[in-house]
């Protein structure tokens, strides 16, 4: 069965400091792979996607980025934290080919910038 | 990509049947309705999804009518646990730009 795995669960980091989130999937190969971020309160939103490795579009400008190094690990990156940045993060998978449009979320990272 | 409308909370008591409706009148063709649901603190959950007429599983069934414009969730009676935010989804099939709306809060009361 397919597993996703984010790490780790909860950060605390000071503005201006660097971030990285790892993604990973168990079970499957060349998944769609996604960012979301959820602020307190609203609804998810979509920062990346990936097709493959390598592959990346962007959703929102801003001082995050994504790199796809390996077929199912995804990392999310900031070189310098802003207070906004703090949310909840989610990673998630989908299949490339078959009949369902679901997604499959991650347990999430709670980011705290102070 | 179509935009949805969902009323932002809804209260209910456990045993009851929960609909939840969602507006999308700029549906397009090969556009699906999916819906999806949402605990605190945890990744949102596929629910159920459907192209047209009514889709049921398990866990709920989804109403659509002729012409698409609007969709509903239907949660046969529900319980406590089913407390949490459900969205709806509105997109083509296997299309990576998956907008999630801030959804509906459901608090199912005792």
């Known amino acids: 069965s397919q597993t996703i795995h984010q790490w780790p669960a909860t950060l605390v980091q000071p503005v201006g400091s660097p971030l990285s989130l790892e993604c990973t999937v168990e079970g499957t190969s060349n998944p769609n792979l996604y960012w979301y971020r959820q602020a307190a309160g609203r609804g998810l939103q979509l920062l990346f996607y990936?097709?493959?490795?390598?592959?990346i579009s962007s959703e929102v400008p801003q001082n995050l980025s994504a790199s796809r190094p390996q077929d199912r690990q995804f990392i999310l990156s900031s070189k310098k934290l802003l207070l906004s940045d703090s949310g909840f993060y989610l990673c998630?998978?989908?299949?490339?080919?078959?009949?369902?449009?679901?997604?499959?979320f991650g347990p999430g990272t709670r980011l705290t910038v102070t | 990509l179509a935009k949805t409308t969902q009323p932002i909370s809804m209260d209910s008591y456990e045993g009851q049947e929960v609909n939840i409706t969602c507006s999308h009148n700029?549906?397009?063709?090969?556009?699906?309705i999916t819906w999806y649901q949402q605990f605190p603190s945890q990744g949102p959950r596929f629910i159920i999804q459907?192209?047209?007429t009514k889709v049921t599983n398990e866990v709920a069934s989804l109403f659509i009518p002729a012409d698409r414009k609007s969709s509903t969730l239907s949660l046969p009676r529900v319980s406590l646990s089913d407390t949490a935010v459900y969205y709806c989804?509105?997109?083509?099939?296997?299309?990576?730009?998956?907008?999630f709306g801030a959804g509906t809060r459901l608090t199912v009361k005792p």
């Open positions: 990936s097709v493959g490795i390598g592959q």
């Open positions: 989804l509105v997109g083509m099939y296997n299309n990576n730009d998956m907008r």
């Open positions: 998630a998978w989908s299949e490339t080919q078959g009949a369902s449009y679901e997604q499959y």
């Open positions: 459907g192209y047209k």
């Open positions: 700029n549906i397009a063709t090969n556009d699906y």
